[in-house]
């Protein structure tokens, strides 16, 4: 878990991902959560107003998805989208968000990039996907369990059988 109050502070540390943001506010309260699993990195992170210029690093396919409900919904490639949504990107796909309001986002990087599962194409930019509330909400509890299974406490030599669950 890092945390940071200063815009200065902050910095993503989302492997394959190359984030540069405009801060809308002063001061903020950033948070972000990293697991690093083989093959993929899961990540939460609690932004604040901003907005986003991202690209993907080659090689890596990245699914991203709001874990919040907020009224205000995120412009992601000069689209506003209120309902239930996920962005899929790869190797080297880039996107811009405007972040009126701080907001929980879950980004999931694969390394490497995900092929051969039918997932769309998406070349140069990031497409963006609309979903079902209980597909989103599914989603959502898949990495709230993760984060909070890997935060748990164990014995070493129960690691490998961690990983299993």
């Known amino acids: 878990m890092f945390r940071f109050s200063d815009v ?30 083989p093959g993929s990195d899961v990540s939460v992170t609690r932004t604040f107003p901003r907005v986003v210029d991202a690209q993907l690093a080659a090689d890596c396919t990245a ?11 995120i412009r992601f490639n000069g689209t ?17 968000t405007i ?27 990031f497409k963006i996907f609309e979903t079902s509330p209980s597909a989103l909400l599914r989603l959502r509890n898949v990495v709230w369990e993760m984060v909070a299974a ?9 690691v490998p059988l961690k990983g299993l669950q």
């Not at 699914?63 to 919904?73: H, Q, R, S, T, Y």
């Open 99 to 125: 972040e009126e309001v701080p907001r929980q986002i879950a980004v999931v990087v694969f390394r490497p990039e995900v092929k051969d599962r039918g997932w769309p194409e998406t070349n140069s930019s």
């Open 150 to 158: 890997a935060s748990e406490p164990i014995d070493p030599a129960e």
């Open 63 to 73: 699914v991203g998805f709001a874990m919040d409900d907020l009224e205000i919904p």
């Open 8 to 37: 200065d502070e902050f910095r993503s540390s989302i492997r394959g991902l190359n984030i540069e943001f405009t801060p809308l506010v002063r001061k903020i309260a950033a948070e972000q959560m990293i697991l690093r699993l």
């Open 80 to 96: 506003q989208r209120d309902r239930s949504v996920i962005v899929i990107g790869s190797s080297g796909a880039a996107y811009n």
